[in-house]
């Protein structure tokens, strides 16, 4: 039987956290997972850390992280990842806009893939901005590395034993590029699957912050540095 963690980072998100711990249990349940829920309070300043708590009383089993100031997406997977203790893993945010019935559905269907690379089946749901700049993202680091992926941002399910290997160097929103770039680098087996949103907020998302834009930026170009130039070397 295949094990499962879904790890849940969270910075100041009192208003969708509680559902989307109750959306993880409700799906490892209905697909009758051996599972664990992570949840990683990243530094919130509101309830989320309260809420979490109170979630440990209907939810035993849930464990949560604490990172007293926040260190990143990036920060808050890894140190899911480093705690976990079953043979997959993926990321569900914490602001309940994605379904993890949508990924879990594909756990059965797992054979030798180290990742199941996932991308977003209904985009529409997300402002026309968002979209071309989704578009473009992918176009520029599929471009760069010579790739053809559909995703680099989705809520990929890893093979536990694979990622916890990689030495992942961003913090920021450009973790899960770097994740896949390095698995692909090492020849790992992947397959692209779908995934649905279906909580999309019409706030703004800390994504498109020129903050996150700029933790990017650095990380595509320490990315480039890496393939082309540290890899190359080593290979010699």
């Known amino acids: 039987m295949k094990t499962l ?20 249990f409700r799906a490892l349940s209905k697909f009758k997972l051996l599972g664990e829920v992570i949840a990683i309070n990243d530094g919130s300043t509101d309830q989320t850390a309260a ?24 920060a808050a997977f890894l140190s ?4 976990a203790k079953m043979d997959y893993a993926f990321l569900l945010p914490g602001d309940n806009e994605n379904d993890p019935e949508s990924v879990m559905i594909h756990v059965a269907d797992l054979n030798q893939e180290d990742v ?36 680099f941002n989705g809520t990929s399910l890893y093979k536990v034993s694979v ?5 992942l160097e961003s913090r920021g929103f450009f973790f899960t590029a770097e994740i896949l770039l390095k698995l692909l680098r090492g020849k790992a087996q992947y397959k692209e ?20 834009l700029k933790e990017v930026v650095k990380g595509f170009c320490r990315m480039l540095y890496w393939q082309y130039v540290i890899s190359r070397r080593e290979a010699l």
Not at 163 to 167: P, T
């Open 5 to 24: 963690s879904i790890i849940i980072p969270a910075k100041n998100e009192e208003i969708e956290i509680a559902n989307t711990v109750h959306g993880a």
């Open 51 to 74: 809420i979490l708590k109170d979630l440990q009383n209907l939810y035993p089993s849930l464990v949560v992280i604490t990172h007293l100031k926040s260190q990143g997406l990036g």
């Open 80 to 83: 899911g990842i480093q705690s």
């Open 116 to 151: 199941l690379v996932t991308y977003v089946e209904n985009p529409e749901e997300r402002s026309a901005f968002r979209q071309r700049l989704s578009r473009s993202y992918t176009h520029i680091i599929n471009l760069a590395f010579g790739h053809r992926l559909k995703y």
């Open 163 to 167: 990622i916890k290997k990689i030495n």
């Open 193 to 212: 699957v779908p995934i649905r949103l279906t909580n999309v907020k019409q706030t703004k998302s800390q994504a498109l912050s020129w903050k996150s």
